[in-house]
């Protein structure tokens, strides 16, 4: 198919208004005037088009619609150490929610375990469209989620943690028994197998990393101390406090994944919540983007999110990039997605105006070449 004459954001150069060729779910040509070959033509004048949204950080098909306890599919709340678990194992994608991310522009997202555990499973990244999780799926494992702060304090009070020092010990724990079981192996001894080290083993070897919920400034710089000690890649997740330090988070390298900001303070460690905080790290130079925790936020949200963060400062080109280009490098998979550009899939959204004007409406979604919503 060529799509001709549309205002084109494809989040390597700057907007220009002209043509896009998608052949066999990919985008095959990207310019100005291009010829009609044997092909579909659609004339897209006076509308805009944006590659698909990207989600870094959400439980999407993992906390379902209208059901409750039934549908709650993201925390394994009956041990704090659970690496073995998989975000794949607990995702409907039948879940309505998914269709309404799919309708607002957002074509894949990362998911996995809440942050009830300290070690609460692997994330994965899927695209929004399909009936199959498996099918859907781009990417498993993606990451490994960890956590800290108030969510495992309260999840296991009286039980196996009381204190931010316990759940550091714990992590650390997890993470020097898994080096020791994977250097038995590597050098031919004899171990037990154990099911939870082997999910470990890529954290160590830097082949996956720790994506770390952490708001307060001392968890955020909690997760860059272990990092250090056990030289592991890490991922911040949500950074709420995150301007408060923003010296030391430049200084580690680690890319953040902020938000969500579009909503009440629900508890004491996201009180410094504010969506300036995109524009501080803008500033900095951190590499971010900005994310719904869905269902904290519902997904369809994610672009007023960015809109959001824009009105409180942030340029509205960064504010794009933040939620397309930006997570999918974060995640790895800018080969993939996050951009127009030959080669990539052919997820697009196309729109009446700006992606980020809450007056948009959204005309159709293509997820890898074919049209569905």
């Known amino acids: 198919m060529l799509f001709k004459n549309a205002t084109i954001y494809t989040m390597e150069e700057e907007p220009f208004i002209g043509d896009f060729r998608v052949d066999k779910g990919v985008f095959t040509e990207i310019g100005k005037d291009l010829s009609p ?7 897209l004048n006076g509308l805009y088009v944006f590659p698909g949204l990207v989600d870094a950080h959400s439980h999407l098909g993992m906390v379902c619609s209208s059901i409750g306890f039934e549908g709650e599919d993201g925390n394994e709340v009956t041990d704090p150490v659970t690496p073995n678990i998989r975000g794949i194992d607990g995702c409907n994608p039948m879940d309505e929610t998914i269709k309404e991310a799919l309708k607002s522009g957002v074509t894949t997202v990362a998911a996995g375990p809440g942050s009830a555990n300290v070690i609460g499973g692997t994330f994965f990244a899927y ?9 859907m799926t781009i990417q498993n494992p993606l990451a490994m989620k960890a956590a800290f702060g108030e969510n495992p304090k309260r999840c296991y009070k009286d039980k196996k943690i009381d204190t931010r020092m316990q759940i550091s010990a714990l992590l650390r724990e997890t993470l020097a028994k898994t080096k020791e079981y994977m250097e038995k192996k590597e050098a031919g001894k004899e171990v037990v197998y154990d099911q939870k080290l082997e999910a470990m083993i890529p954290v160590i070897k830097r082949e996956m990393p720790l994506k770390c919920h952490c708001h307060r400034a001392d968890d955020i710089l909690t997760v860059i101390r272990i990092a250090k000690e ?26 953040c994944i902020l938000g969500p900001c579009l909503g009440h303070k629900s508890k004491y460690e996201v009180k410094n919540m504010s969506f300036e905080t ?21 997904e369809q949200y994610l672009s007023l999110s960015a809109a959001l963060a ?32 030959t080669g990539k899939d052919a997820d697009f959204v196309i729109c009446t105006k700006n992606i980020l004007d809450t007056q948009n409406e959204i005309k159709t ?9």
Do not use: M
């Open 127 to 135: 695209k929004t469209a399909g009936n199959c999780i498996d099918e």
């Open 310 to 341: 824009a009105k409180a400062g942030l340029p509205e080109y960064e504010a794009i990039k933040a939620i397309t280009i930006n997570p999918a490098k974060i995640l790895k998979l800018d080969d993939r997605i996050g951009s127009i550009k």
């Open 37 to 43: 070959k044997d092909e579909e033509v659609q004339d």
């Open 278 to 298: 995109a524009n501080e790290f803008y500033k900095a130079g951190i590499p971010f983007c900005i994310i719904t925790d869905s269902p904290v936020v519902p």
């Open 365 to 373: 979604v293509y997820v890898n070449g074919k049209k569905e919503a």
């Open 230 to 255: 056990y030289d592991i890649e890490v991922t911040l997740d949500h950074v709420t406090d995150g301007r408060s330090i923003i010296p030391q988070i430049k200084e580690s390298g680690f890319p």
